[in-house]
């Protein structure tokens, strides 16, 4: 039983009183306190971290993707997403910017997959390329994005000069 004693010896005054024994009984302070952390461990949810499977490329020998297929995905500042289809010099779909919002990069990549599937009978490679002033967050949405619209093949691949031009003069780099 725990308990907490108290006593102190006579105090000289002019009465002469005596203390008494204070006795507090810390039993069910001690029960309570063993019944709340047994309570919040086991109601506590442990977050397990979370992480994307990727496959990188192992080599430098990287295949040459048709042009009718090829969905690029430029990522700039602001959270702004530049995108075409094809090769930069002849595009199917010319550049264009969205964001990530509702009409954004999701809506695009569901009607230009399946334009692509339409067309030619396969499915559509998206290649990301973010420049030097993207962040890393878009890259991860740019990934979200692709796995909710059941995106199968997809790169990310360094951005070149042709893009970065193309992103500067729509003021996105």
């Known amino acids: 039983m725990a308990e907490l004693n108290s006593s102190?010896?006579?105090t000289g005054g002019a009465r002469g009183r005596k203390k008494m024994n204070v006795r507090v009984d810390l039993t069910a302070m001690v029960d309570l306190a063993f019944l709340l952390i047994t309570f919040f461990i086991m109601t506590t949810t442990l977050s397990k971290p979370k992480a994307m499977d990727i496959v990188m490329p192992v080599g430098k020998d990287q295949g040459?993707?048709?042009a009718s297929r090829s969905f690029t995905v430029c990522l700039g500042k602001n959270n702004q997403?530049?995108?075409?289809?094809?090769e930069m010099q002849k595009p199917i779909i010319t550049p264009s910017i969205t964001g990530f919002n509702r009409d954004?990069?999701?809506?695009?990549?569901?009607?230009?997959?399946?334009?692509?599937?339409?067309?030619?009978?396969?499915?559509?490679?998206?290649?990301?390329k973010p420049s030097d002033h993207s962040v890393y967050n878009n890259l991860v949405n740019v990934l979200d994005e692709l796995t909710i619209t059941n995106?199968?093949?997809y790169a990310i691949v360094n951005i070149d000069k042709h893009?970065?031009?193309?992103?500067?003069q729509k003021g996105i780099y």
């Open 104 to 128: 954004g990069i999701r809506k695009t990549l569901l009607e230009t997959s399946k334009m692509v599937h339409d067309k030619t009978g396969k499915s559509m490679i998206v290649l990301i």
């Open 151 to 153: 995106t199968q093949q």
């Open 81 to 86: 997403v530049m995108y075409y289809l094809g």
């Open 163 to 168: 893009d970065t031009d193309i992103l500067k």
């Open 8 to 10: 102190s010896p006579r």
């Open 64 to 66: 040459a993707t048709a």
